[in-house]
């Protein structure tokens, strides 16, 4: 069982950059991982992916080259660059994984299926 815990979350005003890490226990290979966030009020949506290798990316068109998604396989971590914050990026973010090394935009989450519990990234004006 995967287990995921986010951290790096916090209040910024706009304008300024956050890391968000993403760290992963208990597998045994390093699987596709993504990042989706959840606004108030509003449903959750997909941020980032990336390929188990660390060689392949994608991001939501919202995203506009402000965020950048990589990974560090030693350390089994995932982390979210979050730079140029806008008032609308105010969200929980959560990381997940999938159970092989790809993701699939034909899949539901782009195939994830185990969810952290969010960190909060607020900002403010």
């Known amino acids: 069982q995967v287990q995921l815990a986010e951290s790096g979350g916090g209040l910024v005003q706009a304008g300024d950059s956050l890391r968000l890490s993403c760290a992963a226990s208990?597998?045994?290979?390093?699987?596709?991982m993504g990042w989706f966030r959840q606004a108030p009020g509003k449903e959750r949506e997909f941020v980032a992916v990336?390929?188990?290798?660390?060689?392949?990316?994608h991001y939501a068109d919202f995203v506009r080259g402000r965020f950048t998604i990589s990974r560090d396989n030693a350390k089994n971590t995932v982390y979210l660059q979050l730079n140029s914050l806008e008032l609308e990026d105010t969200a929980v973010y959560y990381c997940?994984?999938?159970?092989?090394?790809?993701?699939?935009?034909?899949?539901?989450?782009?195939?994830?299926?185990?969810w952290g519990k969010g960190t909060l990234v607020t900002v403010s004006s």
């Open positions: 990336i390929s188990g290798t660390g060689l392949h990316t």
């Open positions: 997940a994984a999938s159970t092989g090394l790809y993701y699939s935009d034909q899949k539901r989450d782009y195939g994830m299926s185990y």
């Open positions: 208990g597998g045994t290979f390093s699987p596709a």
